[in-house]
């Protein structure tokens, strides 16, 4: 699965912003779909997940209740609404793949197909 990422940008703090991650390859629709951020300074860290169908979702602390995962198999599109955004939200932002969908989440090195980033900066 090769996967690109779009949809950075900068916007002020409250304020929203949706993120998309194209995917092409004929193992999207049973894939499991994830979105990593790596602030400056800072590991890469799991956002959020969800499961092939799309019936499971994970969340990071750090996003719960901001943040939206969703996806369109027909499309094979995932996507990241990201709501209520504040400073320390600014980050690289990374689509990737894994066979397995994983409740708790997955380190961005287990990751079978990983994307190029989209910048999101977060005005004060």
């Known amino acids: 699965v090769q996967l690109q990422a779009s949809g950075g940008g900068l916007v002020q703090a409250g304020g929203s912003l949706g993120l998309s991650c194209a995917a092409s390859g004929r193992t999207f629709r049973t894939d499991a779909m994830y979105w990593f951020r790596q602030a400056p300074g800072k590991e890469r860290e799991n956002v959020a997940a969800i499961s092939g169908r799309g019936s499971n979702k994970f969340y990071a602390d750090s996003v719960k209740g901001r943040f939206t995962i969703s996806r369109d198999n027909a499309k094979n599109t995932v996507y990241l609404q990201m709501n209520n955004l504040k400073p320390e939200d600014t980050a690289v932002y990374y689509c990737?793949?894994?066979?397995?969908?994983?409740?708790?989440?997955?380190?961005?090195?287990?990751?079978?197909?990983r994307g190029k980033g989209t910048q999101v900066t977060v005005s004060s």
């Open positions: 990737a793949s894994h066979p397995t969908y994983s409740p708790v989440g997955r380190a961005w090195d287990t990751m079978y197909s």
